[in-house]
Every structure is written in C-alpha cells, then in structure tokens.
C-alpha cells in the first residue's frame, strides 16, 4: 500500500531541507503525531543527523527508524521502521523528495510504503490507508507552516500539551 502527498512550501528549498534533512531528528518540533523523537548519536549515510532515529508517536507508541538514503544534493531522504510496527504492518518506510520550483518556493513529495502483515493486516487496509494518509497530510501541512512560520502549527502545539498532561 503506498500513501502519496505532496504540498507547496513557500520558502526557499534550503530552508525546507534544514528543517526535514538536517534537523532530522528534531521532528517532534513540529509533526503532531510525534510525541519525542532521538537521534543515536552515529553520523548516519552521507551525513545524515543520524543513523537510527527513535520517535514516541501518538496512538503507535516507541518506533525505530533507520536511515536508508539521505541525499542533501538532491534534497531527498529514506527511511525504513525497523521496530515498534503494530502486529498488522509487516513493514513501513517514507521517501521524501524537495523539489525546488523556484527560489522562494518548493514542492514536497512524500511517499508512505506499508506492507500489510496476514490477514488482519489485509482486513485492517482500508482502515490504515485512511489513517495513515490523514496523519501524513497533516504532517505535510504541519511541515509547511513550521517552515513558513518559524513555530508549530496549532495541531502540535495541542498535541504537546495532551502529551505533557
């Protein structure tokens, strides 16, 4: 099952990778399903902020995350979840892919990839395409105006606050 989004950022494509690329492991700063998120420490490839990538994330609970491409002149990263799936997910991994449209704008492509496991995962299919495709869109949107506006969208913040509760 793939889930597909893309959204325009009105801001340069430099400052779009600083926030996705660079500051990888800081997406608890502004995606409202990530609760915490933590790099390992190690240089992932082609330097990435890390190699392995540990997020708390709402309603999933503790989930590994490993780098698998990371390409700050093409502006593109991969990564697989290595751990914490839920029994029906046999497999997961994102691409995301900047495109620079001009200088101060730039396209976002994200792609989800999720292999059911059995045949619950089979049954549960509709059900996690219309969850995981409503969770990424609004990361994107929530990408899009942490960029913009140097801040969380409101989503996060709300989402902070139930998690510190």
Known sequence: MELIQEIIINKPIADCW????????????????????????????????CDIRGCNISGMGDITEKVTDFDPQNHFLAYDIISGLPVMMKSAKNTWQLIALNESRTK?????????????????????????????????????????????????????KKFAA
């Open 18 to 49: 600083e926030v996705l690329g660079n500051q990888f492991t800081d997406i608890h700063k502004w995606a409202s399903p990530v609760n915490h998120a933590v790099g390992d420490g190690k240089t992932g490839v082609n330097g990435a902020a």
């Open 108 to 160: 976002v492509n994200m792609k989800g990839t999720v292999a059911p496991n059995g045949l619950i995962g089979k049954l549960m299919k509709p059900m996690m395409k219309m969850k995981f495709g409503k969770m990424t869109k609004d990361m994107l949107e929530e990408l899009k105006y942490y960029v913009e506006n140097n801040q969380p969208h409101d989503r996060k913040i709300k989402a902070a």
